[in-house]
């Protein structure tokens, strides 16, 4: 399974959203496509490029195009996940102890970042104005549980305020002033951070024959990954990119704390690469709209595996199978933005290559969860389908998916860029 194993790369490479579009990025130049600065002239052929606005990326491939109004078929996904991350005022000391003060970013399972070898990533900005990512990779942190004995009770999940603390050192130093040290800056010319903890354990393949991938962040970078991977094949393999279409690939930073950013789904990010792609191309205002009302989003984000000891959480006619390959999301509030046109595409993409597709509803009776599909379709007002590859243990520390899945994810997708109209 090169691909599952190929995930497992990407994801340890990749532990803070401005470290997935870095990734994405190295591969897409390592490809041959041109980064482009938004406050650029864009460039005069579209060809193959990218964008990057912080944690966020949109890359496209214009090489096949016939004219400006020629519609766009896009994979979108997000870089974030659900982490603890460092408050603006985060050095304490108890009794002799370091204590750094983290707060959640979206819904964590809490519990199972406690206990957990931690270590630290994302970007801090400096005062003359540069950007450093930042990434120690070393055990450095622990939320420590309660001992049962001090919680008969058994009070449950932890206060996301009290409870999420983590002890690092008996130094008495400051954590950036550490931090610093090791990534090469002074503590006092950070003026800005966004840095989060990072689960240190390298993803890999468990279970019996490693039919399982055990990894932090598969919520949502098995998407990024596979979304990434289809791009790139779709776009250098024999046929290349279908005549008279262009593709996309969209990675949201900010999805898990609803995408109301200015890189967030509900941004203006998608829309505004479209019109200077199709500007570039020669094309007027009413390009645009046309290239857009001929185009598809395929938007994915994880799908829940009916878990084995819950499964009366789970929908009883939608069970979902790990390795039983993607699962497209149906939702009549609209909580998923597929409809019966999307649904049919996707259907129809995995049918050309043989991948299996399994079809989710939530229990009724259950609030269901959401993604960049319905924000940015209703942004965009482009036709969009939703789907997933089926996990275990949705925003925990540590997720599980099937190796077999990722296969047919990168297969799925493929098809969905290759297929034509
Ligand atoms: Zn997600």
């Not at 460039?43 to 400006?68: E, H, I, M, N, Q």
């Not at 622990?142 to 999940?157: E, F, K, Q, W």
């Not at 008279?244 to 704390?257: I, N």
């Not at 390959?325 to 993409?349: E, H, S």
Request: with cysteine; hydrophobic share 45%.
């Amino acid at each position: 399974m090169p691909a599952a194993d190929d995930l497992c790369r990407f994801v340890d490479a990749s532990p803070s959203p401005f470290h997935a579009v870095a990734t994405a990025a190295a591969a897409l130049d390592a490809a041959g496509w041109s980064r482009t600065d938004e406050r650029d002239a864009w460039p005069a052929s579209g060809g193959r490029g990218y964008v990057v606005r912080g944690g966020s990326l949109v890359a496209w491939d214009d090489t096949a195009a016939t004219g400006p109004a020629d519609p766009f078929r896009i994979v979108g996904a997000h870089t974030d996940s659900p982490n603890l991350r460092l408050k603006q005022h985060h050095d304490r000391r108890f009794e002799g102890t370091d204590v750094l003060a983290l707060e959640p970013y979206g819904g964590p399972l809490l519990t199972t970042w406690l206990d957990r070898d931690l270590g630290i990533a994302g970007r801090v900005v400096l005062r003359d104005g540069s950007e450093r990512l930042v990434h120690v990779d070393e055990p450095v942190l622990r939320v420590p549980n309660l001992a049962i004995h001090l919680d008969r009770d058994a009070a449950g999940a932890p206060d996301r305020q009290r409870h999420l603390d983590a002890v690092w050192s008996q130094r008495g130093t400051p954590f950036l002033a550490w931090l610093g040290e090791r990534q090469g800056f002074a503590a006092e010319d950070v003026l800005g951070h966004e840095l989060m903890t990072t689960d240190v354990v390298p993803s890999g393949r468990v279970g019996a024959d490693g039919w399982l991938v055990a990894a932090p962040r598969l919520d949502n970078q098995a998407t990024c990954f596979a979304g990434l991977a289809a791009f790139l094949a779709s776009a250098t393999s024999g046929s290349g990119p279908v005549p008279g279409r262009r593709s996309v690939l969209v990675l949201f930073d900010h999805e898990e704390v609803g995408s109301s950013s200015e890189r967030g789904a509900a941004s203006d990010l998608l829309l505004t690469v479209l019109e200077r792609i199709v500007l570039a191309a020669g094309g007027a205002r009413d390009d645009l709209h046309r290239a857009v009302a001929g185009s598809i989003c395929a938007s994915g984000d994880m799908a829940h595996a009916t878990h084995p000891n819950h499964a009366e959480r789970h929908e009883p006619l939608h069970h979902v199978v790990l390795g039983g390959g993607p699962v497209l999301k149906v939702n009549q509030n609209l909580r998923y933005a597929t409809d019966a046109v999307g649904a049919a595409v996707f259907a129809r993409a995995c049918e050309s290559v043989g991948v299996p597709l399994q079809r989710y509803v939530h229990r009724a009776d259950l609030p269901c969860g959401s993604t960049i599909g319905p924000i940015s379709a209703a942004r965009t007002g482009i036709t969009t389908v939703d789907f997933g590859a089926p996990q275990l243990a949705m925003h925990s520390a540590r997720e599980t998916m099937a190796a077999a899945d990722v296969e047919h994810y990168v297969k799925a997708l493929t098809a969905f860029f290759e297929l034509a109209d």
